[in-house]
């Protein structure tokens, strides 16, 4: 029933709704039912876009404008002082929907960066993560809907618990891994993970290293999904790093992907002799060994969508994701960067 519905602000396109509904006879009690809300939200509504409309004979009706209802909607904003914070502060919703819209960030990155930065004297009004969160909900803002966001809360994933057995002899399992790794006390150390394209189309991959301390990012774009690929893309790495290739790349921990096969290739240098780095190999169907990739490789699915053709993509789009996530401010890290702790950690060691 229409009454039980619960309320919520109405957007632009639910008032044109509203207004052909309307004008075409429907009554109060049907209309809300359509538009999911309860009856007394319809006839708020209607009041506020009411107006005397002048038919051709001369008569007078009154009618519903969905233009006039969002102009003086649009208009409430402004003069609603404490009873909306952000109502008074046009910039302030401006920019948050420019972050959201064109720049893919969450309300907490916004505030947070913000927050960080000490940039609120840029604004008339401070708020809160949960504020522009419910503001969205309730459809305050003109652009941006739920819909526009990155997942709200990110549930914890359950893993059905399997029997741990002993890997191929390709490497060494990540049981073996010391602990300094495992409790990110130290930098240096990465996981690594490959990111398929559309499945049947996309011949190219991506190959993603995570750095666990920092977070910062490394993809490349790979001819194909082999452990060849793989090996010339860390053979790249080393060349482009050069000596300090074996102080930032101490380690790398991998899953039992057929591309990650060629473990001695992975830790022999290319450039000089002995190995450059160590692998680690996770348990079987264990990704969440590999928890700091996993939870990255969704922020480049922000940016590169399943179903993605990685073939039709150029290298610079490839390292715009890349620069994208490094310089995304994340709440563990109290909102500065993965690229702006790396480079502190560079700075430590060179």
Known sequence: MANQKGSRQLKHNDRIRLEALYNAGHKVVEIAEILHVHRSTIYNELKRGQYEHLNSDYTREMRYSADLAQRKYEENLKVRGTKLKIGNDIKLANYIEDKIINEDYSPDAIIGELTAEGRWGEFQTRICTTTVYNYIDKGIFLKVTNKDLPVKKNKKRKYNKVKKQKRAEAGESIENRPEAINNREEFGHWEMDSVI??????????????????????????????????????????????????????????????????????????????????????????????????????????????????????????????????????????????????DEELKRIS
């Open 197 to 342: 394209g559309q499945r049947g189309k996309s011949k190219n991959t991506l190959l993603t290293l995570t750095e666990r301390k920092t977070r910062a990012e490394i993809i490349f774009k790979l001819p194909d999904h082999s452990a060849e690929a793989v090996v010339a893309a860390v053979d790249r790495l080393e060349k482009r790093w050069g000596k300090m290739f074996k102080t930032v790349f101490k380690t790398i921990t991998v899953d039992n992907g057929t591309e990650f096969a060629y473990c001695a290739e992975l830790e022999r240098s290319a450039i000089g002799e002995g190995k450059r780095t160590k692998m680690y190999y996770c348990h079987p169907y264990s990704s969440w060994e590999r928890g700091t990739n996993e939870v990255t490789n969704k922020m480049v699915r922000r940016r590169v969508p399943k179903g993605t053709n990685f073939d039709g993509r150029t290298e610079e789009e490839i390292q715009a994701v890349e620069e994208w996530i490094n310089k995304y401010p994340r709440r563990i890290h109290g909102y500065k960067s993965a690229g702006q702790l790396f």
